[in-house]
């Protein structure tokens, strides 16, 4: 099984700061990773994704995701963050082999103040 | 779009209640989940259906059952409410064999339950 880390809980940034949230996960086989964004009192929605292929990914709303293997880390990045940004973010993976199964970080609350 | 929607966004129920919690996907999902979400615990899973009538027990089943008679429909259903159930229920769908080999979920908005 699976274990994702999200070390951190809060992220406090200013407005059109860069920010970085983390996860890594525990397992070293073939994986799918996932970004989820939750706005307050909602359901969570898909940011970004990485299946295969670059390392690199774009999402949603000006994110982006780097996967890196030998660090089995997909932190999520944005060079510029809006006050709209602020809610709060799952890092989830699931394995190839059981790609039905989802496991999920403890989530990371942004707060982007002005 | 794939729409997932909870009929009920927030309920207060008492201590030993029945409680019955609603979700339908409209994309024709072959799989659906239930997880409750409590604050630094992130999502954790309590049930999950891969085809009509058939079901799984994900990380906390206890206290809790579900029901899928229909593709479209899954319910999860709290036989005897508590306390410690008082939390936000997210339901969520996914297509099930998909050929890039990886399944997105799809999450509903949610329904946030208060056992008094």
């Known amino acids: 099984a699976q274990s994702v880390t999200q070390l951190d809980s809060q992220v406090p940034v200013f407005e059109e700061a860069p920010v970085e949230l983390r996860c890594n996960y525990s397992s070293s086989v073939s994986v799918y990773l996932f970004w989820y964004v939750q706005y307050p009192n909602q ?29 089995t880390s997909f ?4 060079p510029s963050v809006h006050i709209s940004d602020t809610a709060e973010y799952f890092c989830a993976v699931s394995e190839h082999k059981d790609f039905n199964k989802f496991y999920f970080g403890s989530g990371t609350k942004l707060n982007v103040k002005p | ?25 409209d994309m024709d ?29 994900g ?13 479209e429909r899954f319910s999860l259903i709290l036989e005897s409410a508590s306390t410690n159930q008082t939390s936000m229920y997210l339901c969520a769908s996914s297509p099930g064999t998909v050929p890039s080999g990886a399944n997105v979920l799809t999450f509903g908005a949610g329904s946030r339950l208060t056992v008094l």
């Open chain 2, 29 to 57: 999902h072959e799989n659906m989940f239930w997880y409750r979400q409590d604050p630094g615990l992130g999502l954790r899973l309590i049930y999950f259906s891969y085809d009509v009538k058939m079901k799984e027990k």
């Open chain 1, 43 to 71: 359901g969570l929605q898909l940011l970004l994704k990485y299946l295969s292929g670059s390392t690199l990914v774009k999402g949603i709303n000006g994110f982006e995701a780097e996967f890196n293997k030998s660090q």
């Open chain 2, 1 to 25: 779009d794939v729409k997932v929607t909870q009929s009920s966004r927030y309920l207060v129920k008492r201590t030993g209640e029945k409680v019955f919690l609603e979700c339908v996907q």
């Open chain 1, 75 to 78: 932190h999520l990045r944005k």
């Open chain 2, 59 to 71: 990380d906390i089943p206890e206290g809790y059952s579900v029901s899928r008679e229909k593709k």
